[in-house]
Structures are given as C-alpha cells and as structure tokens.
C-alpha cells in the first residue's frame, strides 16, 4: 500500500491529538466551576492509578505495535500475523491487569464508584488498536473516529454534568468516549487484513523485544502520570493535584503539535532503518530538530508571556497558583520535543532500545528522588520543577547516544535564530499582558502580535527552514495538490532503459517507464532526465557517443541515447557476457553524461542491459546520488533474463556456469550488424512494424538458415564464452548490486524471493509491485454458480514457457466426468508450431464444448471474460507478474495460478494456486473448484487489489527522496 506524505499525516495525527487533548480543554473552564479543584484532583488522581494498570496490562503493545507493522507494512499477511498475535496477547495481560485493579481498588477504600467505572477504561484499553492505522500511516481514520466520539462527549459533559455530585457522570462519559471511539476503529480492519490461521501465529517471539520498550514505559510513567499520584499522596491535597493537572494540560496541548510529527516520523525512520538508509534517516532528523526549535521557541515564550492573563479568565478563582505551575513546567517543551526525536524516533526505531531504556530509567529515577523532596515543600510546583530536571537529563543522554551515529548532526545548529525572535516577542507579549486587561479577547491579541513579531524577526534574519515551510505551502496551492518536496531545490532524475520511453520495443517495461515519465515530467520540482543503450548502431563508425533524442513530451524531459555500445541488450549479448563483465568504455562514456548534466540526485536502471557492470561503481564516484534498480526480470542472474535453461525447464542449476554454455546460443557479431541496419532505416523512418519488412526480414532469415545470406549467415553456432564467464557475469552482478545499489525493487513477492535466494541482500529488496490502469477497473460479474456448465478461459500465447504445452497436458487427463461439464475456450495467438485444430479436435471428444480464439485485445475482454467462471495462469517460468493475471481478475474472473512467478500473489486462498508444473496438482485444485463453485466467492474474500498508477507513484516518490507525494 502505498503511503501518504508527511506532511498530511502530520496533519491528521496533529489534528487526531487536538482531538484527544484541546477538546478536554474546552470543558476545563466549565468543570473547574462545576467540580471544583478537589473534584478535578479526584479524577487526575484516580485515572493516575488506572493508568499504571493499563500501562502494564498493555506490555508496550503501542509503540513496539507501530514499530512492527511499519516494517511489514508491504506484506499484507505478515501484517495481519502480526496483529492477531499482538492483540491477542495485550487482551491476556490487560485481562489480568483488570482482574487485579478489582481487587485492589474497586471493592475496598475510599473512591469505590470512580474504580468500579474506572474498569470501563481498561476494556476500552483491549480494544484500542490505533497503534495498527499509525503502523500503517493511516492517521485519517483516528480523526473520523475521534472527531465524532470527542464531540459527543463534549455535548454529554455539557448536558448532564451540572454540580459536584454529578462527578461520577463525568467518569463515566470519560470513560464510555474512549470505548466507543475504540470500538469503531474495528470497522477498518478489513480491509487491511487477510485471514489468518491460529496455527499460524507465534507470540513468543514478540515476547522479549516488548518487555524491552515496556520497561523504559515504565519509567516515563513515572514522571507522567506518578508525579500526580504522589502530589496526593504526599500532601494529601486533592486541590494541589487539581492545580498541577490544570497547568499540564495547557503545555500538553503544546507538546501534542510537537509530538505529531514524531508519531509520523516513526514509521518512516523505522521503514528508512529496514532499508539501512541511514542518510535518510538523517534527514528526517535534522528537519525534526529544526522543527521543535522553530515551532517549540515560539511556544515556550509564548505561554510563559500569556500566562497571568491565561489563568485569570480560563479557570476562574481558585486557581491562582496555576500560573506559577504553568511557568515552571514550560521549559518541558523543548526537553520533550527534542526527547521524542532523540529517542522515540531514533532509539526506538533503530532497535536501540537498550540506550532508551537508560535514558529514561536515569531520568525516571531522578525524577522520584527529586519528588520526594521538593513535592512536600511546594506541591505541584516541586513536581514541575522535578519533571523539568528529568526531561532535560533524558534529552542529553540521548542525544549523546545519536552522536555517535551521526558525528555531523548539528544540534545547535538551528537554534540561534528562533531563540533571538522567541526573546523579543516574549519580551512584547510578557508587557502586553501586564498593562492589558485580564480577557479572552486580550490574550487572543498577545497571541496574534506575538506570532506575527516572531515570524518577522525570522524572515529579517533569513531563517531558511521557515522560508521551506513557505516554499511547501505556496507550491501545494499553485499546483493544487501536486507533489512537492520539503526541499525547494529541484531533484535532477535520470531514469535508464535499453529503448527509448516512446518505442514500441521493450515490452512492459517501456509502457511503465512512459507511465511514471508522464507524472514525473509534469513536477516542476523534478528535472528528468531519461537516457538508453544498446539499441543503436551506427552503420560507417564504431565510436561510443551520446546523442540527444526527440521524445513525444519535447522539452518536458530531456531525453539521451548512446550510440554503439559495446554491450546489446540481453539476448543479442548473451554470447559475449565477457564484454559486459570486463568492458570499462561505457563507465567513460556513463561518467562524462553525469558530469556534463549531474550530479543527479537519483539514477533508477530499470535494467542493465545494454551498459557494462562497471557502471555501477560510479556510486563510489557520487556516493550522494540515489542508485535505485528495478528488477523487472532477471537478468542479474541469467543473461537471458528469463531463468528458463535450453528452452524446456527452469533452470535450477546452471552448474557453475557451464549449462549457460549451451543454453541459448546467439551470434554477437551478427546481431550488431541487424542493429545497424535497423538504426539505419529508423533514422529514414522506414516502419520497421510494416508487413513487406517483416517478410523482407524473415525471407532474409531463411536465405541465411540455407546459406545464402552473408548479412544474417551463421555458419556455426558462435559462443566465444566459457563457464567461467557466466560464473563470474552472476556473482559480480549480485556483488555489485549489494554494495552499490541503493534500493532494489522487485516487481513481485516472489521475485523478492529468487532475488534473495541468488545472494542479493535481503534488506536491499522492496516488494514494488508496477502501477496498473487496470488496478482502477473492478468489475465484480455476478456469474450463476448454477448454471449447468462450467466456463473456463485460457488468454496468452502458444508458448511452453507461458505454461500452454502444460495446459493441454492437464486438461487432456483430467477426469471425463469432470470436462464434460465444462465449456472450454482457448484464446491465443495462432502459432504455425502447434496444430490447434487437431488439439481442439483431442479436447472436443472429453468437454462439454472447445472454443477457439486467434488472440484478443484489450478493447474485446471485457465481452471475451463475461459470463466465465474460471481463467487459468499455468506459467511454468518464473514469470515475473503476468498482465493477464491481472486483466483477467479486473473484469472479475478468479484464477487459477502456478506459485511460478508472482501471479499467485493477486490472491491469497491456496484453493487457487497450484504447484507450477504439476499436472496432478492443478488437477485436483480444478477439479475441486469446479465441483464446489462456492468456493469461486471464496477468492475475492483474498484477493489483493493490484496496485493502481497513483499508488505505485506515491511509492516511487518515497524511494526518491521525495517527502510530499501526489494523491
């Protein structure tokens, strides 16, 4: 699932917190006149209990949960494992924990009632799963659901709360709030979720990493929520709780704008981690740490400066004491703004969870030691002065421990300028307080005059980080909605393919690069570049040049090829892989293009085909520039790029390089001069699609066949290679790709998993599925599972390798009984290799009806799969992820799938995926499909929606660098 930007996350958690946060704020002035300061200090008090029960009843399930979705969040399965396991245990131990709260506080003591209904909150606890939608990045459900129950809750405390007797109604409003906004989160789940056995999940091994962040949990409860519990119990004033409560929750409406962004951040420094993008890592802290000096500076001096006026009409009398609390506690801001980035995002994240936990136990302790102290001297305000010291202590240990990763992270860097502006408009504000009146209206004007002075002061000294917050928000709104990049410089993209984006070579791979080419070229904040090779030759020179080249978007992207390379695409190749392994031509050639138009911030190879692997060592070159590869086959391994040995089977042991001697056999010299030839008559734009050149061509082929034709002639078949070549063509590849390229995406799950199986580093590997037009057309056909007879449809080629010679096989042996109930239809291309009427004759005399197809196109599928119950992908290569998996499927037929390549991954009941190759297997899973149609529902129930343009773009964005990406 591709992510949303940071910055609209950022917003929907921001505004996710206000709602937990600002709403409560609403009501204090009304409660604190309702209740009173002991009412208020009664429930601080009490909820400061429940929440040592829920806190470990909850075993760090929230933050370890966000942490561990965000790592599986490419894996729908593993995800939803991962759920079942975690909330199944929090349900046991918040279970336990509720047992023993019971017990201890609801039947005995005083404040019995506000226990009893206390127990509501801990069963709201079991279900709160928001930790899974922040894992996910999905924080615009938590604001839909908060913004309904906060505000039901906000019309039920002013309705029925009236006197301090109604105390017990405010509990319980509080509490039912949090249980119903918790129970509506459920209403989401399926989508994001799949069926999951119970033998399927493992529990222990989440059992130590949790018990690791719960500990240092514990410890920052200690000065979050025991501070309250000890004010009451060391000086037995429920007022002096009221007090400190109060001025908490002005600074935590505060903190919670800093916070917002940490929570999102999370994700994306535990996602950049998986990946060991530790320079990405470092971007996103930087833009943190200059985020809480810039926003936390102007916060500090502002609540201490509109403090007195605050107090005065916000809470009423009785309150005085607060503004000294208020001042006091205001500092912690900044240590906690800079804490959840120190720690939180980075130490968490990292798996460092060991240097956590010593920050905050050593900050923890010196927090209870200090309590003890100054809390019987001056109350709520020895608390404050305490949980100050503490935060500060935390903030320099951590970030000692930060240092040490990144030497160069300047922490001071950012400060200098916003701490100037925040003492000037401090000092404006702090004078407007003391000589204006005490009102609403009053503090409202200090707030406007003392951002405004803030601002200005930042602009007059040229604060780069707030004139990038202006650059974002004036770019969103001229491009309304486009994607923009925290950064206002332009990224210069340089995509690589062996065809130029606007050729009618290359298969699936050129219409996606024209795809993701028609998004990126309309960025003004992407310059693109787009460069090719190994394709064109030129007939009276040998020279290696670059030429630049036309393209249908003009000079939206500046577009390039080079000419004569001695390295041709794949097949043409394949008998001199000691060119590519060895040649250094291209390096020169790849090198003089990046320093006469580079740097570039990224390089994607869509392939290597038609460079040399050396190219890849420019990363050494410019180690800043993104070398990103997409894996659309597999050529890293095999020369051939399918993996499919002599023609016939997969190729599961090339034997040290000796099977690729024979396997495929092509003539080097020939092939350069057919490249020539056709570059020669493209310049003249002679269509080389035209009928008289193909007969022409294969005429010519013929003639050379008999010897005849010197153009074409081989006289012999020509391998200039030895094993060892092959050997080393695979091992560099997967060593060069390990150590230079900088994300490796794999176009299906199991193209992840051959890639790791040859040796590519398991971290490099994203499961990047390719943006499909297709993703956006559903059409769910409601097919009468009881008609008579079954309709099965092939649609693909008369090829071995896409499983055809498979097909007629199985079917041929499949049960009369079964086929003579179903219609069969053959839709393919007409081959001259196969006689198809005399398989069609062979399969009328076993089913119901054979129907017979000369190919299709895309304008006939959707009358060609009506009324069909089942399409069959019987691919017995490793086919990367077939197209008509998936064009069968958006015009809603289920399939049946070979687990060969990643067509089995658009759905995922086993029902429905047979093991490639075997004749017995599909047999038996078609014969059970047939003869329990039922089950054809079953597949939309695990069907995984391929994924749309739009969703693979957001996910392209993301391994660029960009941080807005477009909707």
């Known amino acids: 699932m591709a992510r949303k930007s940071i910055a609209k996350n950022y917003i929907y958690n921001l505004i996710y917190q206000m709602l937990v946060i600002v709403l409560p704020l609403i009501t204090t002035p009304y409660l604190s006149r309702v209740l009173g300061s002991d009412g208020i200090g009664t429930f601080s008090y009490t909820m400061s209990i429940v929440t040592f029960f829920i806190l470990f009843g909850s075993m760090g399930v929230s933050l370890y949960g966000q942490r561990t979705i965000a790592y599986t969040s490419g894996d729908k399965k593993e995800s939803s494992k991962k759920f079942f396991e975690l909330v199944i245990i929090k349900t046991i131990t918040l279970f336990i924990s509720m047992i023993v709260f019971y017990f201890c506080f609801a039947i005995r003591g005083n404040n019995i009632l506000y226990y009893k209904i206390l127990l509501i909150e801990i069963v709201a606890n079991i279900f709160d799963i928001s930790w899974f939608f922040q894992g996910k990045e999905d924080f615009d459900k938590l604001v839909v659901r908060n913004l309904i129950v906060k505000l039901l809750c906000l019309i039920l405390i002013f309705t029925c709360v009236k006197s301090r007797q109604d105390l017990w109604i405010y509990f319980l409003i509080y509490v039912s709030a949090d249980l119903l906004g918790n129970l509506s989160m459920w209403l989401y789940l399926p989508k994001y979720l799949v069926k999951v056995s119970m033998k399927e999940l493992n529990y222990i091994p989440h059992i130590i990493p949790m018990i690791l962040l719960f500990l240092p949990q514990i410890a920052i409860q200690i000065y979050t929520v025991l501070d309250k519990t000890m004010i009451g119990v060391l000086t037995s004033n429920m007022s002096e709780v009221g007090y400190y409560e109060q001025a908490q929750k002005i600074v935590k409406a505060a903190l919670l704008v800093l916070t917002s962004l940490q929570t999102v951040m999370n994700s994306r420094v535990a996602i950049a981690y998986a990946k060991h993008d530790y320079n990405e890592i470092k971007g996103y802290l930087e833009n943190s740490i200059k985020f809480v000096w810039f926003l936390g500076i102007a916060m500090l001096g502002g609540i201490i400066g509109i403090s007195s006026g605050l107090v005065y009409w916000y809470y009423g009398e009785g309150f005085d004491k607060i503004e000294l609390i208020l001042i006091a506690t205001a500092p912690i801001i900044m240590a906690i703004g800079f804490n959840s980035i120190f720690g939180v995002q980075y130490l968490v994240q990292v798996n460092k969870t060991k240097e956590f936990t010593i920050s905050v136990v050593v900050g923890a302790s010196l927090n209870f030691v200090l309590n003890l102290f100054l809390i019987p001297i001056f109350g709520g305000l020895g608390a404050a002065f305490a949980s100050v010291v503490s935060e500060v202590t935390i903030a320099i240990i951590q970030y000692r421990y930060l240092k040490k990763d990144f030497n160069d992270l300047s922490f001071l860097k950012s400060s200098f300028k916003p701490i100037l502006a925040g003492i000037l408009m401090f000092i404006v504000v702090k004078f407007l307080d003391i000589n204006m ?67 009618k070579e290359g298969g699936g791979v050129t219409v996606y690069i024209d795809n993701i080419i028609s998004d990126l070229k309309n960025n003004e904040n992407i310059d693109l570049y787009f460069i090719s090779s190994g394709t064109n030759y030129n007939l009276f020179s040998k020279k290696i040049k670059i030429k630049k080249t036309k393209n249908k978007y003009g000079n939206l992207v500046k577009s390039y090829t080079i000419y004569n390379s001695p390295v041709m695409i794949a097949y043409n190749q394949f008998s001199r892989v000691d060119i590519y392994n060895e040649d250094q031509k291209m390096v020169e050639v790849f090198n003089q293009f990046i320093e006469k138009y580079g740097e570039f911030d990224i390089i994607h190879f869509n392939n290597l085909e038609g460079l040399s692997l050396n190219v890849l060592k420019l990363k050494e070159k410019y180690p800043k520039t993104k070398f990103i590869y997409s894996m659309h086959n597999y050529f890293p391994v095999c020369p051939n790029v399918f993996l499919w040995q002599h023609n016939k089977e ?148 008369m090829n071995p390798m896409k499983g055809f010679d498979f097909l007629i096989e199985a079917l041929d042996g499949l049960d009369k009984k079964i086929a003579m109930n179903v219609n069969l239809y053959l839709v393919c291309r007409n081959d001259p290799n196969y006689n198809i009427e005399e398989i069609k004759n062979r399969l009328d005399e076993k089913f119901a009806s054979v129907t017979y197809l000369d190919g299709y196109s895309h304008d006939t599928l959707s009358s060609l799969l009506k009324g069909k119950h089942l399409g069959v992908i019987p691919v017995v290569w490793e086919d990367n992820l077939p197209q008509v998996a998936i064009e069968v499927t958006s015009f809603g037929v289920p399939i049946l799938a070979s687990d060969l390549g990643g067509a089995s991954e658009l759905c995922d009941n086993t029902d429905f995926k047979f093991k490639g190759g075997d004749v017995r297997d599909f047999q038996k899973k078609l014969t059970n499909i047939i003869e329990n149609r039922e089950k054809l529902q079953e597949f939309w129930d695990f069907y995984n929606k391929p994924t749309t343009m739009e969703q693979h773009l957001e996910e392209l964005y993301q391994y660029y660098g960009m941080k807005e990406k477009k909707k």
């Open 437 to 503: 009146s005490k009102s609403v209206f009053s503090t409202l004007i200090q707030i406007f005059i003392g951002a405004i002075i803030y601002l200005l002061v930042l602009i007059c000294l040229r604060f780069k980080f707030l004139f990038d917050i202006i650059d974002q928000i004036l770019g969103f709104l001229k491009s309304k909605g486009g994607i923009q990049k925290v950064s206002s410089q332009k990224k210069k993209v340089l995509l690589y393919n062996w065809v130029q984006f606007d050729k």
């Open 650 to 797: 997969n190729c599961k042991n090339y034997r040290d390089g000796k099977a690729c001697c024979n396997c495929v056999i092509s003539d080097y010299e020939q092939a350069r001069r057919m490249l020539k030839i056709k570059t020669l008559l493209e310049k003249f734009r002679i269509n080389l699609q035209a009928k008289w050149i193909k007969n022409l061509y294969n005429k010519l082929k013929k003639n050379s066949n008999e010897g005849k034709n010197e153009i074409l002639a081989v006289t012999k078949p020509l391998n200039k290679c030895k094993a060892n070549d092959y050997k080393k063509f695979r091992e560099q590849n997967v060593k060069y790709l390990n150590k230079y390229v900088d994300d490796i995406l794999c176009v299906s799950r199991r193209v992840k998993e051959i890639a790791i199986h040859y040796g590519i580093k398991k971290e490099k590997c994203h499961v990047s599925y390719i943006g499909t037009k297709f993703a956006n057309h559903l059409q769910r056909q409601d097919i009468d599972i009881h008609c008579p007879k079954f309709n099965l449809i092939y649609l693909g080629y």
